[in-house]
């Protein structure tokens, strides 16, 4: 049997959950890289001998990676290549604590994936997720579209938790999206969440509300407070499933994904030659569409600081990088 192959950079906690959940759903072979020895080899052949009572007949490959970028040519003919590698955040650190190191690490990642495969479709999930989306994109780049980051899927899903355990609804008939940077300022976007067809805002309390924008926007923080040793992973892996599944089958699914905003779309959004979380449309080409939110005056502020935080960052790294 052949599937699509897919390859995740980084075997750890994200990249594992990633890699069962598309091997049990046979939506692709999958390969998996890491520089920890034996890492990637152990775990994908873990999960290969599970597929027997998943009735999947995807397969699994592991390959160490080295300094020299020894092993990354297995990433040849990848469909789909996510990065997650990187370091985990700890308590009481912030995503952007994580800024530099995590740049060294999808500098090197992504160095390969343009030598070994230029056209795949890349989804970067290594946190602070919008500057590192933007750091494979100049090493990687020019082709901007078939770049995207995880982080909105993963947000929304919260957003999406809180109001339907509020309401004691099913979370199937909650539709909410959190849009701008995956950070502290990121903006869950109220006034399109509704439940059943039915605003949000008719069914609960502006401080039932806020408590639920508070939560959501600490989403991620929440559980590494709990976690201690390391950051979520079963929400984040299977958010990016939603993104393969919708790339591999063509569904067309409208997410919200850092995408790259220039010219027109750029100008609606105030931001050009970077990424930032908006609604998208995803398919076989990567993000086939980017929607136009129109801002009522609050929401456009919010969208201008979380914007101008992700440019910030987006500044300190080409800096670095010395572009
Ligand atoms: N090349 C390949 N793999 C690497 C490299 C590298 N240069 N550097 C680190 N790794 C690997 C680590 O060995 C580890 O197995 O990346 C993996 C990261 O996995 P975890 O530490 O378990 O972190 P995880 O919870 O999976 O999160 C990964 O996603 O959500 C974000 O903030 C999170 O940036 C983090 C990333």
Redo the contacts with the bound molecule.
């Keep these: 049997m052949s599937l699509p192959k897919v390859s995740v950079?980084?075997?750890?906690?994200?990249?594992s959950m990633v890699a069962e959940h598309l091997a049990i759903k046979e939506l692709a072979d999958v390969y998996l890289?890491?520089?920890?020895d034996g890492?990637a080899k152990g775990k994908s052949l873990d999960m290969m001998e599970a597929m027997p009572h998943w009735k999947s007949d995807s397969t699994l490959e592991g390959y160490t990676?080295g300094p020299n970028g020894e092993n990354y040519e297995n990433l040849k003919e990848s469909k789909i290549i996510v990065i997650?590698?990187?370091?985990?955040?700890k308590p009481g650190m912030s995503r952007d604590d994580?800024l530099y190191k995590?740049v060294d690490?999808v500098k090197?990642?992504a160095e390969n994936v343009k030598k070994y495969s230029p056209n795949s479709i890349i989804i970067v999930?290594?946190?602070p997720m919008d500057i590192m989306t933007y750091t494979a994109y100049r090493i990687i780049g020019p082709e901007k579209y078939r770049i995207m980051g995880m982080g909105g899927t993963l947000d929304s899903g919260r957003f999406r938790t809180f109001v339907a355990k509020e309401l004691g609804v099913s979370v199937d008939d909650v539709t909410a999206f959190v849009v701008g940077g995956h950070g502290d300022d990121m903006i869950p976007f109220v006034r399109y969440c509704s439940v059943g067809g039915i605003p949000l805002t008719e069914l609960l309390s502006k401080e039932k509300i806020d408590a639920i924008l508070a939560r959501t926007r600490n989403g991620g923080g929440e559980i590494v407070s709990y976690l201690k040793t390391?950051?979520a992973?079963f929400a984040?892996g299977i958010s990016i499933t939603v993104m393969i599944e919708s790339i591999l089958k063509d569904k067309k699914r409208v997410v919200t994904a850092p995408a790259f905003l220039t010219g027109d779309t750029g100008k609606h959004y105030g931001v050009e030659g970077f990424f930032v979380g908006v609604p998208v449309k995803i398919g076989k080409n990567g993000v086939e569409e980017i929607y136009k939110l129109s801002f009522q005056p609050e929401e456009r502020k919010l969208w201008d600081i979380t914007a101008a935080h992700v440019k910030e960052s987006v500044e300190k790294v080409n800096a670095y990088l010395h572009i």
């Design positions: 950079i980084g075997a750890g906690q994200v990249g890289f890491d520089v920890v890492a990676v997650t590698a990187g370091l985990a955040r994580l995590n690490i090197s990642a999930v290594t946190n390391g950051s992973y984040p």
